[in-house]
């Protein structure tokens, strides 16, 4: 890990190539709300696609049930991100908002994405899984 940590900011209203939004969806794609929305009003997400890469944005679904549901996408996100080293990823607080979760039922899913330097979490995340 380098030592200059870098956190996704709390808003992103612009991306550059090779940058990618994470956002939570849901598995119909109805970006209607929060983040997912941003992803679709700014950043080509697609409407009707709830998981994966569209446009600059990757969408991991939180709306289905438990934090269970959520952690093998976040899992073959993680995956991905490894395997398109290329791109940058900054991964938003997902589930956190209208999905109603707290940071600290989520941060734990995002624990191998430390290793990978081209994944941007949120500080909150971050500080969870480190023990800040």
């Given at each position: ?55 600059q944005t990757y969408a991991i679904p939180t709306m289905q049930g438990g934090v269970e549901t959520i952690a ?55 500080n969870i899984l480190t023990n800040k």
């Amino acid at each position: 890990m380098n030592s200059h940590i870098e956190f996704t900011p709390e808003c992103i209203s612009h991306l550059n190539d090779g940058e990618i939004f994470v956002f939570g969806s849901n598995l119909a794609g109805m970006h209607g709300g929060g983040a997912a929305r941003i992803a679709h009003r700014n950043f080509g997400a697609e409407w009707g696609v709830g998981v994966g890469l569209t446009g600059q944005t990757y969408a991991i679904p939180t709306m289905q049930g438990g934090v269970e549901t959520i952690a093998p996408y976040v899992d073959e996100f993680i995956e991905y991100a490894h395997n398109h080293r290329e791109l940058k990823f900054y991964v938003t607080r997902i589930g956190c908002g209208i999905a109603g979760f707290r940071d600290k039922d989520i941060a734990p899913l995002f624990k191998n994405a430390l290793e990978e330097e081209n994944i941007i979490l949120p500080q909150s995340f971050y500080n969870i899984l480190t023990n800040k």
